[in-house]
């Protein structure tokens, strides 16, 4: 069969493709390079927000946890001052309906027994060291000093807190040296912080120091009113515990049973004679 020249082919010819040239190329590997190159920037970028994120974080807490502590000191001291204010408010209400002292319930009183004789300031110290608050009691003295720089008896007050303190934990050494720089100074120191340093020297195995300071306060303390008596009676005990570790148990009781008649509640009397009845069962 012969085929016309001018017919079209039997079977479709496939067209030929152009190939690519060089710019092509060059440009898809450049938008792959650009694609992993803004990927990286992308994950570079988040890495640093994540740490700025991090950073602000910490400060943050850091930041609200300072303000938390400061806060709280804050809110112990309102509270120690409230306190004060209100056994001031009771004090002045009870001295109106009568001229009699209370009984004083611990040594940390005032050494006249007088609540309204005392500022606000020194009552919510009072206060802050009868609640063991050692901290609060420090820094309401500190600043009532700062406010009252000549009054001796705010100096005072301060050097018995730090005193106090001192024997708290069982520290002879600091307890010691404050009490010793006060005597030199002639501050008028709380007896009962005497007594409290007086103490801790018989049981760190002095007692001739504790003896020397009981001494002293009974010496020193020459007012018979409910306090007074509290305090001779505090010394007493004292001196007689340091009289039979010294080998002197006779002495030793007989202090005591002087002090137990000077206890200021059936409580106490208690408690002091224990004292005296582990003595008298040592001796024997």
């Not at 720089?181 to 760190?204: G, N, T, Y």
Request: aromatic content about 4%.
């Amino acid at each position: 069969m012969t085929t016309p020249s001018n017919a079209p082919p039997l079977y479709p010819q496939p067209t030929p493709k152009t190939s690519k040239g060089p710019f092509w190329t060059g440009f898809g590997v450049g938008c792959a390079v650009s694609l992993v190159g803004a990927l990286l920037i992308g994950v570079i970028a988040m890495i640093i927000a994540m740490v700025a994120g991090l950073s602000t974080g910490l400060s943050t807490a850091r930041d609200q946890a300072r303000a938390s502590f400061e806060a709280r000191q804050a809110q112990q001291i309102a509270a120690g001052q409230a306190i004060a204010a209100e056994a001031a408010a009771a004090a002045k209400t009870d001295k109106a309906g009568s001229d009699m002292r209370a009984t004083p319930a611990a040594p940390d009183a005032a050494a006249d027994g007088d609540d309204e004789s005392m500022s606000i300031e020194e009552l919510a110290i009072t206060t802050a060291l009868e609640n063991e608050d050692y901290d609060t009691a420090e820094k309401l003295a500190r600043e009532y000093v700062a406010h009252n720089p000549e009054d001796e008896a705010a100096r005072a007050l301060l050097q018995t807190v730090r005193i106090e303190r001192a024997v708290a934990i069982g520290d002879i050494t600091s307890a010691d040296a404050l009490f010793s720089e006060a005597r030199e100074m002639a501050m008028e120191i709380d007896p009962s912080a005497a007594l409290a340093v007086a103490d801790l020297w018989i049981s760190e195995g002095e007692p001739d120091r504790g003896l020397a300071i009981a001494e002293a306060v009974l010496k020193a303390t020459t007012g018979n009113d409910e306090y007074d008596r509290y305090i001779r009676g505090s010394a007493l005990l004292i001196r007689g515990l340091a009289k039979a570790e010294l080998g002197d148990p006779v002495g030793g009781a007989s202090d005591i049973e002087d002090a137990i008649e000077l206890a200021p509640d059936e409580e106490t009397a208690a408690e002091w004679q224990q004292y005296l009845d582990e003595i008298r069962e040592k001796s024997r």
